[in-house]
């Protein structure tokens, strides 16, 4: 049984870059949330998907984008990337509330 | 705006002592608490969930909730080196789908 699995692993990108970061959840589970967790502090929601919508949203501006597929896998995007963007962005599949698994993360690096 | 707080320590027990981690919350009405290791480089993986006020033990773990104190805390016995991790306290946020994490505390086993 696949847990839930990140692509990629790490990324370096440059300030104003575009990163899209994927997630495919749990097998069987079917919401995606996806966490910011910057260098010594705790995951920081940013939104959830269910049922291809985002059903709920972190206090992140709109340069977060996200979206959710017919397979229940997922995509992070943001925009005109900053510096305060470098962060481990974290999935989390669920099939009910509160019963959240995550994922191995994306260790984003913006230079 | 629901808060959670944790000494970032870090905290460093002796191998095989009991480990003691702490946090309190802002929201009064919080029903349920969860507790999750994350190795260094890693992500959170969930120890346990705690509910009910009072104990609740599983293995060498503890959690323990007071309500009208509003702390959590958790405890591991016997701790061993492989327990140095950071530790994150983390409740449902007000929708209940989705997490608010303090910190975490960071702990550090000596053998």
Redesign the interface.
């Known amino acids: 049984d696949a847990g839930v699995t990140q692509s990629p692993t790490h990324l370096i990108k440059t300030r104003g870059q575009q990163v899209t970061l994927r997630c495919s959840p749990k097998s069987g589970h079917d919401t995606v949330s996806w966490y910011q967790q910057a260098l010594g502090q705790g995951p920081q929601f940013i939104f959830q998907y269910y049922e291809e919508e985002e059903r709920q949203r972190g206090n992140f501006p709109d340069r977060f984008s996200g979206h959710q597929f017919p397979n229940y896998s997922s995509e992070l995007n943001v925009n005109a990337l900053l510096l305060g963007d470098s962060a481990l962005y974290l999935c989390a599949s669920s099939l009910v509330s509160n019963e959240q698994f995550f994922g191995p993360g994306t260790r984003l690096t913006v230079l | 705006q629901k808060e ?1 707080e ?1 000494n ?1 320590g870090p905290l460093s027990v002796p191998e095989g002592a009991i480990a003691s981690l702490n946090c309190t919350y802002s929201d009064r009405g919080s029903q ?1 608490f ?1 507790w999750y290791r994350q190795y260094s480089g ?5 120890i346990m ?1 705690i509910y009910s006020n009072g104990d609740k033990e599983d293995g060498r773990f503890t959690a323990q909730l007071n309500k009208a104190s509003q702390y959590v805390s958790l405890l591991i016995r016997d701790s061993q080196p492989s327990d140095s991790a950071t530790y ?1 306290c ?1 409740a ?2 007000n ?10 505390t960071r702990l550090s086993v000596l053998p």
Do not use: I
């Not at chain 2, 929708?95 to 975490?104: C, I, K, L």
């Open positions: 959670v944790q970032s349920s969860f890693k992500s959170p993986e969930l969930f994150l983390a449902p946020d929708y209940g789908q989705n997490f608010v994490f303090g910190p975490g």
